[in-house]
T-cell receptor, first 113, second 115 residues
């Protein structure tokens, strides 16, 4: 069975601090995909990034960066110089061979001004 | 730019009543999903459909039925609503692919309360 664990339920940091959101996954599939989604207070779900199991390159997009490590089954998300607009719930998700996408329980991030 | 449309946005039911949540997408996607979101539980997959005429159970299918009417529409039915089904329900769609993990596009959600 596939599983995604986001151990951090809630995090609070002061604006401009860096923050890392952890994601650990379990799967028996050799080919799989990992995703991060953002859910701002308005409630919609916004896709942030996709990573496939064969691509362990880290990715940076502006203040956002992602660290994928197969050896530890982790796909962590770092926000650099956080801003109040980054306050949201962030979900990590896993898609295996069966095309179903399973989500973690999410991390609620508070950026304090 | 409609994307994924869910109706209704809000609904209050009494225990035992039935209800169908509607979802339609205009992106010609093959895969469609129904999730429920409860506080502290994240999004849990209820049912999944890889194509018209096919459906598959997710993590929490009990108490629900689904129907993939055509490529565009995927409905979720509560036959006899229970208070434990109070939740926010999200429909999503994506391109079907076993080789390229396509991200999902989500609707705005349906907030359902069962009294």
């Amino acid at each position: 069975a596939q599983k995604v664990t986001q151990a951090q339920t809630e995090i609070s940091v002061v604006e401009k601090e860096d923050v890392t959101l952890d994601c650990v996954y379990e799967t028996r599939d050799t080919t799989y995909y990992l995703f991060w989604y953002k859910q701002p207070p308005s409630g919609e779900l916004v896709f942030l990034i996709r990573r496939n199991s064969f691509d362990e390159q880290n990715e940076i997009s502006g203040r956002y960066s992602w660290n994928f490590q197969k050896s530890t089954s982790s796909f962590n998300f770092t926000i650099t110089a956080s801003q109040v607009v980054d306050s949201a719930v962030y979900f990590c998700a896993l898609k295996g061979r069966d095309d179903k996408i399973i989500f973690g329980k999410g991390t609620r991030l508070h950026i304090l001004p | 730019n409609a994307g994924v449309t869910q109706t209704p946005k809000f609904q209050v039911l009494k225990t035992g009543q039935s209800m169908t949540l509607q979802c339609a997408q205009d992106m010609n996607h093959n895969s469609m999903y129904w999730y429920r979101q409860d506080p502290g539980m994240g999004l849990r997959l209820i049912y999944y459909s890889a194509s018209e005429g096919t459906t598959d159970k997710g993590e929490v299918p009990n108490g629900y039925n689904v129907s993939r009417l055509n490529k565009r529409e995927f409905s979720l039915r509560l036959e006899s609503a229970a208070p434990s089904q109070t939740s926010v329900y999200f429909c999503a769609s994506s391109e079907y692919s076993r080789t390229i993990g396509q991200p999902q596009h989500f609707g705005d959600g349906t907030r359902l309360s069962i009294l």
